[in-house]
């Protein structure tokens, strides 16, 4: 089993910065593919960014340029790191992986969330 803790997140004005992480424990033989989500207040959880074990990246249109996303395979912890933030970043930013165990079963973990919220 994977456990996830999120950190980074909290309050920051419009064209600050903020670097979230998220450090992976348990039992695990390793982490896969690696993710950030978030969900806005109001709206349906969306895909922000997205990282292979080969560190392949992918972003959604709105944080191109402004976000990026990396990974410490050695440390098993994610990052994302948000530069000129804007009001309509603010939301939860959940933390999600894809693991494989000792046991070589594929299980998909989610973090608590931390909240980050910009202001104008």
């Known amino acids: 089993q994977v456990q996830l803790m999120e950190s980074g997140g909290g309050l920051v004005q419009a064209g600050g910065s903020l670097r979230l992480s998220c450090a992976a424990s348990g039992n695990f033989w390793r982490i896969n593919a690696m993710a950030w989500f978030r969900q806005a207040p109001g709206k349906q959880r969306e895909l922000v960014a997205q990282?292979?074990?080969?560190?392949?990246?992918r972003y959604t249109d709105s944080v191109k340029g402004r976000f990026t996303i990396s990974r410490d395979n050695g440390k098993n912890t994610g990052y994302l790191q948000m530069n000129s933030l804007k009001p309509e970043d603010t939301g939860v930013y959940y933390c999600n992986v894809d693991s494989t165990g000792f046991d070589t079963i594929k299980l998909n973990y989610w973090g608590q969330g931390t909240q980050v919220t910009v202001s104008s």
């Open positions: 990282i292979t074990s080969g560190g392949i990246t």
